[in-house]
């Protein structure tokens, strides 16, 4: 059997890619029976009864901001021991969406190893470790990943730069694998995906350039208002529309009416991810000028590859993995993250070649359905976690 755990997949957007599996019966998903997210507005309960089965418990940790332990148990569930005792055997797989640098990690580990589990680790992390730390607080994270390595049999790597993060910490041979915890719906996100949004906002004559994501420093919200103000004394038709929620909301809104942009720039609040096909869809321009921030850069950008599925030329930054999305030129377009007339000519670029825009669209739509769809995504992670 197969066991999966860890918070990302309590919601139905990366469970999904599960149904893609081949053999799908031997699955099991121990998930905390509640995750609160946004200091506790959102709560997201395991969905039980479905296709592929799952086994709640409960956690007590939410997030990463708690004194001393800060993210070392988030998502950790003390129940995970006594669940596996009574229904995993020597040989199966213990699959852990979790980081190498975790302690919630290693207590899975170390339950893996008692019960002769074959246990699989999981990194996002794709800016090295000692570029980020140093000191003491560097010597005891490396210490946690060489022994959460030690403990497990495989690690799956979000993007390609991960690789090269954690190679220093695995012994030669180490079994791997680059793939995202979940793939993309194309089937879902696809162009042609019906919204009345543009109607709905009086945007039917306009250049919708779409921006979904996070609203914080790290998504380069605030120089994307200004270099969007700059393109738009160039190109009147151009029209800003934000999606997302952040801790910087309020900020950005109040940013935008000191600018006096408020007829050019629309921002809504984070909506579910079955309601965004239509506005990816039906928007000319997909933007997202990620940047590093506190030591992070962009790990993978879902919102991105939703973008491309739908058909959406995309304008992003050469920061972190997002060059594992956009083939530059061909899909989209490329600038470094403090190159704001590079997105200007970007934006004014696409804007004026509507034949660009749907050649970028189609491109990116072909690359995405061969490289990131659910079912490529799906292929991968069952292979590999069956060969072990």
């Known amino acids: 059997m197969i066991f999966i755990v860890g918070y990302p997949y309590i919601g139905e957007r990366h469970k999904r890619v599960f149904n893609f599996f081949k053999k799908k019966d031997d699955l099991v998903f121990i998930l905390p029976e509640v ?34 332990i800060r993210g070392h148990l988030k998502g950790w569930m003390p129940a995970i021991k006594n669940i596996l005792k009574k229904m995993a055997k020597s040989g199966d797989v213990l699959y852990t969406v979790s980081e190498p640098n975790l302690f919630g990690t290693y207590l899975n580990g170390k ?11 999981f990194t996002w992390q794709n800016v090295a470790y000692r570029e980020r730390l140093s000191g003491l607080k560097l010597k005891a994270t490396e210490l946690l990943i060489r022994k959460n390595i030690a403990l497990s049999r495989g690690i799956i790597l979000g993007n390609s730069r991960a690789l090269d993060v954690i190679r220093p910490y695995m012994p030669d041979q180490f079994p791997c694998l680059v793939s995202p915890v979940s793939g993309i719906d194309t089937k879902q996100f696809k ?13 039917e004559n306009k250049t919708v350039v779409l921006f979904v994501g996070a609203l914080d420093y790290r998504k380069g919200i605030f120089k994307l208002v200004d270099v969007f103000a700059e393109a738009g004394k160039q190109e009147n038709s151009l029209h800003l529309f934000m999606i ?8 950005l809104k109040k940013y935008v009416v000191e600018r006096d942009m408020s007829e050019s720039v629309t921002i809504l609040p984070w909506i579910d991810n079955k309601d965004l096909p239509g506005y990816f869809s039906s928007s000319d321009i997909f933007i997202y000028p990620s940047q590093r ?24 930054t050469r920061t972190g993995s997002i060059e594992d999305l956009i083939v530059e030129d061909q899909t989209g377009m490329l600038v470094e993250p403090d190159d704001s007339a590079g997105m200007i000519s970007a934006m004014l670029k696409l804007a004026r070649d509507p034949v660009l825009r749907k050649s970028m669209g189609e491109a990116g739509r072909e690359f995405i359905k061969n490289n990131f769809s659910h079912e490529i995504i799906a292929g991968k992670l069952e292979n590999f976690l069956r060969a072990l």
């Open 35 to 68: 995750w609160k997210m946004k200091n506790g507005k959102v709560v997201i309960r395991a969905e039980l009864g479905g296709e592929l089965k799952i086994v709640p418990a409960k956690t007590n940790f939410f997030h990463s901001h708690y004194p001393i």
């Open 111 to 121: 339950i893996a190893d008692k019960l002769k589990l074959k246990h699989v680790i």
């Open 191 to 203: 162009p042609g995906a019906s919204s009345d949004f543009r109607a709905q906002y009086g945007l």
């Open 244 to 251: 997302g929620s952040g801790p910087l909301d309020e900020e």
């Open 293 to 316: 921030y506190g030591g992070w850069e962009e790990q993978f950008g879902y919102s991105i590859a939703e973008a491309s599925s739908s058909g959406l030329p995309v304008i992003s």
